[in-house]
């Protein structure tokens, strides 16, 4: 049975940092990301990762602020997120196995984890 379970979330002050986890089991997958939802407003992409081809995109708001990175050993995804604004507050959701890398089309989403960033 797939599965994907987010960690990591959490209260953090604004410039602070957090790292999000996105443990994977019952199979590897080639393209995974990160999306966010922020209250009242619709789900956005954040990053994505493929492991063939090593390529890596990321959402404006996220470029110099935040990496996505594997851990392939341990089949889980990262997001290491910097500089942390008020307006990152939002649940993030790690998904996989994109039919159309690397925006839309994942098959696989995990729960959520609620990242909430003060000013």
């Known amino acids: 049975q797939v599965q994907l379970v987010e960690s990591g979330g959490g209260l953090a002050q604004a410039g602070g940092s957090l790292r999000l986890s996105c443990a994977a089991s019952?199979?590897?997958?080639?393209?995974m990301a990160w999306f966010r939802q922020a209250p009242g407003k619709e789900r956005e992409f954040v990053a994505a990762?493929?492991?063939?081809?090593?390529?890596?995109y990321y959402a404006d708001s996220a470029k110099g602020r935040f990496t996505i990175f594997r851990d392939r050993a341990k089949n889980t995804l990262y997001l290491q997120m910097n500089s942390l604004k008020p307006e990152d507050t939002a649940v993030y959701f790690c998904?996989?196995?994109?039919?159309?890398?690397?925006?839309?089309?994942?098959?696989?989403w995990g729960q959520g984890t609620q990242v909430t960033v003060s000013s």
């Open positions: 998904a996989a196995d994109a039919k159309s890398f690397p925006y839309s089309g994942y098959a696989y």
């Open positions: 019952g199979r590897t997958f080639d393209t």
């Open positions: 990762r493929s492991l063939s081809g090593g390529k890596i």
